[in-house]
């Protein structure tokens, strides 16, 4: 398009994003009004996308960084013909593929969910090194970001790791609008400093006027043809572009304009530009090698294995198998045992560093491109990246996160390192899986199984070494139990997983050498929990004790609890969990002091089964 055809199209964009919003009596046409020029110039002279075709391989990529926006984008995939004018407004409605922050899961062009600040430049991280290593393909990642998730710390991890691979066929554009919720940002218009900070990541910058066309053009083009590093457009604009009585206004934040049609006379009235997006260059989809048959690990009963080890090295096998899994680490892999897989598969792994809400985006970024990955790190570091984990599970995205050195029986290490949350946090996402495996062999196969699911999957694994108590012909289907002791006189069930089951075996021999016969279940698909063996287990022996090295809100007792929510009868019910702020002690002493351990599971036995004697 021509430099009038262009400054039509932003026009139309502008006015297509106010008559959504004040259609939906919500959103933020403000918003979407300063990057309407930065929109029109990339969808009509730069952007590569086959809208009939969004799983072209050849597609260029957009993420909607600023996913408040939303009416923007929604009036850019009317103009490209995407959706019609009807539809348009149907923006926040019930029903509506069109909501207030878009989604993969209602429309097949986004890449990824967006409305938590600072996400999308991390997913566009991802999307771009999946292009650069493992398609080998030419696409561009265009991510356009607001100023004010400049603030938050995820879009500098973003920003570093991008320099550092020079992934040069990632572009963000920074829509410097001044303005944020309530009031300027904390740079104002110093574009400057925007463009200080992406030069000092190593960068290729450029400073622009968001609002001239021709500029706008013109420093795409720079960016397609910079070589060697990301591209960072930083282009001042002004909110609420062309309209007077909100344009550079404060207070017009996420608001429909107050006089809709009086705005839409002002910007020039409604138009109906289509837009002939350019269609994407030719690209063989990605054919990753593998031999298409799983040889996992095998572990003799008795052994004493980690079950850390056989993660590392059933995700290799796994890795053999199939080309399409990739892994991530937060620069632990020689403690994760992620590393085992680098050494074999060194062109699909992908080290972060210590930044883990980029080893989380950078896997939702790669499962948006076909791959399985698995991002591992201790279990107590993906606290800090819990909200990319929340994200990707509205986006739909399937991604496998492995947690090690769980819970006090790391031992020495202290607090700080010992994932005690972790459990809660992941049955709490929609639609997870949770799997806490106790021996090798069925670690192994968790790790098998969790490729072949979908949403997020959570392993849970530990540091120390485990005796093998199952087979290696053994099958653990997700939502299953194990049953390892049982007789028609239990008294008491305990169900437990991990580590703690080792210690509940043990006080089952005790209570029983005391005449107490104990049942034991094995929990280690932790979410979704096997109700019916619990249910059962409730029926027989009326008593459930659970152990867990976890706190006790959101883990193996609440999950074992929620088996009853329905209105099935419930239990006595008792939980131990880790109550107390630990220290530095061997991993035995560990149990001991947060009365988890097999004298304490035997000392809440004894006292439960007592209590249910009736008189």
């Known amino acids: 398009m021509n430099t009038g055809e262009l400054v039509d199209l932003g026009q139309q964009l502008r006015v297509d994003s106010v008559r959504a919003s004040t259609a939906a009596g919500s959103g933020h046409p403000t918003s979407s009004m300063s990057a309407a020029d930065l929109m029109a110039v990339l969808l009509a002279n730069h952007l590569r996308y086959d809208f009939e075709r ?238 298409g048959r799983v040889e996992l690990p095998r572990y003799e009963v008795g052994d004493e294995v980690a079950t850390r080890n056989a993660f590392g090295e059933a995700l290799t096998a796994l890795g053999t198998a199939r080309g399409d899994v990739v892994a991530l680490d937060g620069e632990v892999g020689d403690s994760t045992r992620a590393e085992f897989f680098a050494k074999e598969h060194p062109e699909r792994y992908f080290e972060c560093y210590i930044a883990e809400q980029q080893m989380v985006a950078a896997a939702v970024g790669l499962a948006a491109r076909g791959r399985v990955p698995f991002a591992t790190t201790f279990a107590a570091f993906l606290t800090r990246a819990y909200d990319f984990v929340r994200m990707a599970s509205i986006s739909g995205s399937g991604i496998n996160l492995v947690g090690s050195h769980a819970g006090v029986a790391i031992g020495q290490d202290g607090p700080s390192q010992m994932g005690l949350e972790d459990l809660a946090m992941m049955r709490a996402i929609h639609g997870s899986t949770v799997l806490y495996p106790c021996d090798a062999n069925q670690a192994a196969h968790l790790v098998a199984e969790m490729a072949a699911l979908e949403g997020i999957r959570y392993l849970r694994t530990s540091r120390g070494e485990s005796k093998v108590i199952y087979g290696p012909e053994e099958e653990f289907p997700v939502g299953g139990s194990k049953v390892l002791r049982s007789s028609d006189q239990d008294r008491l069930t305990v169900v437990a997983a991990g580590v703690t089951l080792y210690e509940a075996l043990a006080a089952a021999d005790t209570l029983a050498a005391e005449g107490i016969p104990v049942r034991v279940i094995d929990l280690y698909s932790v979410k979704p929990v096997d109700r019916e063996t619990l249910r059962r287990a409730a029926e027989d022996t009326g008593c459930l004790l659970t152990v867990e090295d976890h706190r006790r809100e959101g883990g193996i007792g609440d999950a074992v609890a929620d088996a009853f929510g329905d209105g099935a009868p419930v239990p006595r019910l008792v939980r131990l969990a880790v109550g107390t702020m630990p220290g530095s002690a061997t991993p035995a002493e560990e149990l001991e002091a947060a009365g988890i351990d097999a004298a304490s599971v035997a000392a809440a036995g004894r006292l439960l089964v007592e209590q249910a004697i009736v008189p």
């Open 54 to 291: 969004p799983a072209h391989p050849g597609n260029d990529r957009f993420v909607l960084s600023k996913g408040h926006a939303s009416p923007l984008l929604y009036s850019a995939y009317k103009a490209a013909g995407a959706i019609d004018d009807e539809e348009l407004l149907t923006f926040r409605k019930l029903g509506s593929r069109l909501e207030g922050h878009p989604t993969p899961q209602r429309l097949p062009w986004v890449e990824t969910a967006t409305g938590s600040l600072g996400q999308g430049l991390p997913v566009g991280v991802g999307i771009a090194l999946a292009g650069k290593r493992l398609d080998h393909t030419d696409y561009r990642v265009w991510v356009l970001c607001g100023d004010s998730e400049m603030a938050e710390g995820s879009v500098w991890e973003a920003a570093e790791h991008a320099g550092y691979e020079h992934l040069d066929n990632l572009v963000v554009i920074v829509d410097v609008n001044r303005l944020g919720q309530r009031g300027p940002t904390r740079h104002g218009h110093d574009i400057e400093a925007y463009a200080r900070r992406f030069h000092a990541f190593d960068w290729h910058t450029i400073e622009v006027d968001g609002h001239d066309v021709d500029a706008v053009d013109r420093a795409y083009g720079e960016a397609l043809s910079t070589r060697g590093q990301p591209t960072a457009i930083i282009a001042r604009t002004l909110k609420g572009k062309g309209v007077e009585a909100v344009e550079n206004r404060e207070g017009q934040h996420g608001k429909p304009l107050p006089e809709a049609e009086d705005a839409i006379e002002e910007l020039g009235g409604r138009r109906d530009v289509r837009v002939r997006v350019h269609e994407p260059e030719d690209a063989p989809a990605p054919q990753p090698a593998g031999t």
